[in-house]
């Protein structure tokens, strides 16, 4: 019992490694694109709905808004903790330190519309279970799409 102990006492991250943790989980990469993921739904959600008033459509806006952000609250803290027990601090405190970079910046800025050009360069060849299926068609005869 008292290893038990022992092993989940060294598993628990410090309230330093945590906070570290969720710091670099709110300057990272999902954090630089999912407001717009979450954009994008929300608008896909109105634009589902003509019934809706403007009034209607302005709350849907704004309870999207609001359950994004409980949402990734909830989202960075599980991250922070899986990185406190994955990363030392002096690794959280390296990555922090390039996230608030001018470069960082840059590269944050330019990180979705560069996934978007390459997804829409690449077209159909972004599919990857079709791609599979494909290649698969090719090699064994089966799974080939019915005439």
């Known amino acids: 019992m008292l290893i038990l102990a022992l092993l989940l006492a060294q598993a628990a991250p410090s309230a330093e490694a945590l906070s570290l943790g969720e710091e670099v989980a709110r300057s990272g990469t999902l954090a ?52 406190a027990r994955r990363l030392s601090i002096e690794d959280m405190r390296a990555v922090l330190a390039f996230n608030r970079s001018p470069a960082a910046a840059r ?23 079709n791609g599979i299926r494909t290649a698969y068609c090719k090699q064994t005869g089966k799974l080939c799409p019915k005439p």
């Not at 560069?114 to 077209?123: F, R, T």
Request: charged share 30%; proline share 4%; glycine share 6%.
């Open 107 to 129: 590269y944050r800025a330019a990180e979705l519309p560069a996934i978007a050009a390459a997804q829409a360069k690449m077209g159909r060849d972004m599919d990857l279970k």
């Open 32 to 83: 630089s694109i999912a407001p717009a993921i979450a954009a994008k739904d929300t608008e896909d959600l109105v634009a589902e709905h003509p019934e809706l008033s403007e009034g209607e459509r302005a709350e849907l806006r704004k309870v999207g808004a609001s359950t994004f952000a409980a949402g990734s609250a909830r989202l960075y803290a599980a991250m922070g903790e899986e990185y």
